[in-house]
Every structure is written in structure tokens, then in C-alpha cells.
């Protein structure tokens, strides 16, 4: 029979709307977050990190926020175009890059165009 | 750079077989992890080094399952004998000061 997977949310903009991704991050100690970018049949490709010293970074297009007393994270895209239809995941971190990631469950981004 | 190089992209392979797959990480990067995804339980870390010692295999499903980084540049994952409930895609990703970059991904098939 048909095995039943992960149930992703999924987020649906307009073209040119911005978007906003959250995630719930497990673990207080965590103190290195990641957003990765995973198009079909591709590997998860980085997008933006932030450390726990920071509550807001920015790069192209995109803003992550953190806020540690809630354990919360978010990605906001803006203008997003069909180019960022893709699944999005959250990962936390103890130590940068020398401790493993631990990913969320992802969310599915849908452009309409 | 390439990025992280994995091979092959696609296995297909009968159930009992041995399977080998194999990572070239980024040039310079001193950690290097294996990651499984499946629809069932997303991605899920399988086992890591750091300058080609493993600190934490905790994910490897089991005795069928081992890795190795013989070097700096080169690593592999190997499952004998394979079972069907393997059948996943199979990431490898390395780092260096930063979060991990991954590569492409094998696709396993056990049949």
C-alpha cells in the first residue's frame, strides 16, 4: 500500500508578495540556526545562517529573525518570484560547523504567478 | 569549487546486496556528515566527522551500515546487506567555520 509521509505545510503567495517561513526550533542550547532551500530532486542548498548572539540578519532578498525566548525562527522572502517554489527547512546547531544539524520538518513554498 | 561530489546519483540494487556510497567533500572543509531523507521521516544525520574521525554515528540505523573517511578528501557509506526499508536519498555535506554545504544526493532503490 501507499505509505503516508511527512505532512509539509505548505505556503502559497502571489508573485511579488513577500513571504514569511517559520519554524519552532527544538533545543534551548541551540546557538547556530540555518535556513536551507531544497528544489526538487536537488540537495538542500544554504540560504542564510544566524547566530544566537543575533536576533536579525539580511541578505538578498531574504531576513531571518530569531528570537531565543520563544525558540522561533523565521525566513521572510521578499518579492518572492517562482524561482523560490521549494521546500524550506530550519536547522539548528550547537557549535557552527563543527557539530552536526539537526532540520526541521520544512515547509513547502508555492509561487503563483 | 565542484561542491560536495557524490556517487553514484541513482542505485538501484536487489535486496542483500552490497552497497557503497561514495563522497568527495568541499577542498579545505574538516567536517563531513551523511544524511538520509525518506518521506517518512525526513532528513535525519546518519553519522559525522571531524578531520576524518568520526564524533557521532548514534544515527546509523545498524550493523549493516558503516562509514569511513580514509582522508581529508574522500568519504563512503556502506550498507551489507541492503534491505528494501533502505531504499532513500542518501546526502553527503562537509563545512568548514559555517553550516553545512550538501551535495546532490544518491537516490537508493532496493528492490
Known amino acids: 500500500g501507499e505509505s503516508v509521509g511527512l505532512h509539509l505545510p505548505t505556503l502559497s503567495v502571489q508573485e511579488g508578495d513577500n513571504s514569511i517561513i517559520n519554524c519552532a526550533y527544538s533545543?534551548?542550547?541551540?546557538?547556530?540556526f540555518i535556513w536551507y532551500k531544497q528544489e526538487s530532486g536537488k540537495g538542500p542548498q544554504f540560504i542564510i545562517d544566524?547566530?544566537?548572539?543575533?536576533d536579525k540578519r539580511q541578505g538578498q532578498r531574504v531576513t531571518v529573525l530569531l528570537n531565543k525566548t520563544v525558540k522561533h525562527l523565521s525566513l521572510q522572502i521578499a518579492a518572492t518570484q517562482p524561482g523560490d517554489s521549494a521546500v524550506y527547512f530550519c536547522?539548528?546547531?550547537?557549535?557552527?560547523?563543527?557539530?552536526?544539524?539537526?532540520f526541521g520538518s520544512g515547509t513547502r513554498l508555492q509561487v503563483q504567478p | 569549487d565542484a561542491g560536495v561530489i557524490q556517487s553514484p546519483r541513482h542505485e538501484v540494487t536487489e535486496m542483500g546486496q552490497e552497497v557503497t556510497l561514495r563522497c568527495k567533500p568541499i577542498?579545505?572543509?574538516?567536517?563531513l556528515f551523511w544524511y538520509r531523507q525518506t518521506m517518512m521521516r525526513g532528513l535525519e544525520l546518519l553519522i559525522y566527522?571531524?578531520?576524518?574521525?568520526?564524533?557521532?554515528d548514534s544515527g546509523m540505523p545498524e550493523d549493516r551500515f558503516s562509514a569511513k573517511m580514509p582522508n581529508a578528501s574522500f568519504s563512503t557509506l556502506k550498507i551489507q546487506p541492503s534491505e528494501p526499508r533502505d531504499s532513500a536519498v542518501y546526502f553527503c555535506?562537509?563545512?568548514?567555520?559555517?553550516?553545512?554545504?550538501f551535495g546532490q544526493g544518491t537516490r537508493l532503490t532496493v528492490v
Open positions: 555535506a562537509s563545512s568548514l567555520l559555517t553550516g553545512a554545504f
Open positions: 533545543n534551548s542550547a541551540s546557538d547556530y
Open positions: 544566524i547566530r544566537s548572539n543575533m
Open positions: 536547522a539548528e546547531s550547537l557549535d557552527t560547523g563543527r557539530r552536526a544539524l539537526t
Open positions: 577542498s579545505g572543509h574538516n567536517s
Open positions: 566527522f571531524n578531520n576524518n574521525v568520526p564524533i557521532d
